[in-house]
């Protein structure tokens, strides 16, 4: 019997009666918008005008009905994809394929018989390269559903559409999947695969892959894989290459060290070669990391800072401080975040000049909105700045009214410097001044909370 008879039965198999009438422009042009269309009997007969006229580049609406809540059009969409499936270009049916095959999570109905009957009838229509195609393809979608079919069927060597699979670059389910059935290769196939997967992009794949070969029987070099992934951009797969050297008798921080100290070194072997070592922790090799934040680089710098916190974490307030000292945007956001969330140190006058002697004025006032009155005494001092030391009136105006917002969540009372600046009518007269007319009332609360605290100017009376 047809393999099209068997997927969509021998009555289905006739052309629709509707094929005989003629189409009109209007019927054309209708017919995507028919096969939404609420009416189950509107969508059965769009499904049989769509056969009719061999509408190919509907069949991505015709899929859609393959599971639709009414039994009879969901008939006469395999009917619809018996008749246009083997008028469909090879490109538009592997874009297909991945929707059909979807339907095995479909629950409105069993679709387990008939897709085995369409994935033979498919199988006719494609040839084994044209599935291999699919697989390297870019589509993610396509490539999975042909790499199921080229399994699911024993269509060609596992090796080749494994390997194929393990080196795609922009899907790592498919790389994933791949790796899966490895295992259940030849031994001798198994070790060619793993070392495929060792080029893979995924770190996740490659960590599993060393450790696959670590296990495999032998005949890979495990000594020179490992040489060759110290330096992997994997944090595990590392850890995996220095723990297979380490089972050898030999110390990887030789080779870290030989990488910092070879000027031709690029810059990702630095970087790796300094994360390595401050994870490993030798004391030994804290002068060398730390000599690293005073590179050229800027990522180099940010990276040493990272490994000599790894390494000695009870350093960081001097780390910290290092960081913001940094012109470098990196090194500046790495320092804020010490602070922030790693509970860093900077005291708050030194940090200060700083950052205002580089207009970090942002930055500025995100240290000093950790505390009520370092806040304020900014605001104030930069209002006072002339430009171009000083943010714009509206940054100002922005932080002062968070401040007023603000106030009393803290019980804090300012030091003795603070006090001297706040009490100052220059200072106050600064900060009115970047409130508007509309916002008077944000003025009666900063002076009220400036007068809580006594700090009205000198002979002004208080209340």
């Known amino acids: ?10 009555k289905a198999a006739a052309a629709p009666a509707s094929q005989s009438l003629p189409a009109t422009p ?15 009997y509107q969508r059965q007969a769009a499904l049989e005008r769509c056969a009719a006229l061999e509408r190919t580049d509907l069949l ?7 599971n639709d809540w009414v039994p009879a059009v969901r008939h006469a969409a395999r009917a619809t994809m018996q008749r246009l ?24 109905s069993d679709h387990a018989d008939w897709l085995q009957h369409f994935e033979r009838a498919m199988l006719e229509l494609l040839n084994v390269q044209d599935l291999l195609n699919g697989v390297g393809g870019k589509n993610v979608h396509v490539a999975r559903s042909c790499f199921y079919m080229l399994h699911q069927h024993g269509l060609s060597e596992p090796v080749q559409y494994i390997g194929m699979a393990l080196a795609t670059r922009g899907d790592t389910v498919l790389a994933t999947q791949a790796l899966r059935l490895c295992a259940s290769a030849a031994p001798d196939v198994q070790t060619a695969l793993y070392l495929k997967a060792m080029s893979s992009p995924f770190g996740r ?16 070099d495990m000594h020179a894989l490992a040489q060759a992934s110290l330096l992997d951009a994997q944090a595990s797969v590392r ?6 050297l380490q089972a050898k008798g030999e110390d990887a921080r030789i080779s870290y060290r030989a990488v910092l100290a070879n000027p031709a070194s690029n810059t990702q072997a630095i970087r ?23 590179a050229k680089l800027p990522s180099v710098r940010l990276t040493a800072c990272n490994a000599w916190l790894k390494m000695a974490p009870s350093d960081k307030d001097v780390i910290a401080l290092q960081a913001a000292d940094d012109a470098a945007p990196g090194m500046q956001r790495f320092a804020w975040l010490m602070v922030s969330r790693q509970g860093a140190f900077i005291p708050f006058a030194t940090l200060r000049p700083l950052l205002e002697a580089r207009g970090e004025h942002d930055l500025l006032l995100r240290y000093a909105s950790a505390n009520k009155w370092h806040w304020l005494s900014t605001i104030a001092h930069l ?32 030091d003795a410097q603070q006090r001297n600046l706040l009490s100052q009518e220059c200072a106050q007269a600064a900060l009115r001044a970047l409130l508007t007319v509309q916002e008077e009332h944000y003025s009666t609360l900063l002076t009220h909370e400036l007068a809580r605290h006594q700090l009205t100017p000198a002979g002004t009376p208080q209340h």
Not at 239 to 244: F, M, S
Request: charged share 15%; hydrophobic share 45%.
């Open 1 to 10: 019997m047809n393999i099209f008879k068997m997927l969509f039965g021998a």
């Open 26 to 40: 209007s019927d054309q042009s209708s017919l995507a918008d028919e096969l939404s269309h609420y009416s189950g």
């Open 60 to 66: 991505p609406l015709v899929v859609v009905r393959l």
């Open 85 to 108: 499936l083997p008028l469909t270009p090879i490109p538009q049916l592997l874009q297909l394929l991945p929707n059909i095959l979807r339907l095995r999570e479909m629950g409105r």
């Open 205 to 220: 794949i490659r960590t599993s892959a060393f450790l696959s070969l670590t296990q495999a029987p032998g005949g890979q």
């Open 239 to 244: 850890y995996l290459a220095i723990a297979c």
């Open 272 to 294: 790796v070669s300094l994360l390595a070592l401050g994870s490993l922790r030798a004391p030994e090799d804290l002068e060398l990391i730390r000599a690293f934040t005073q």
């Open 383 to 414: 209002a006072m700045a002339h430009a171009p030391h000083r943010p714009s009136q509206t940054c100002l105006q922005r932080e002062l009214l968070c401040w007023i917002r603000d106030a009393q969540r803290s019980t804090a009372e300012p």
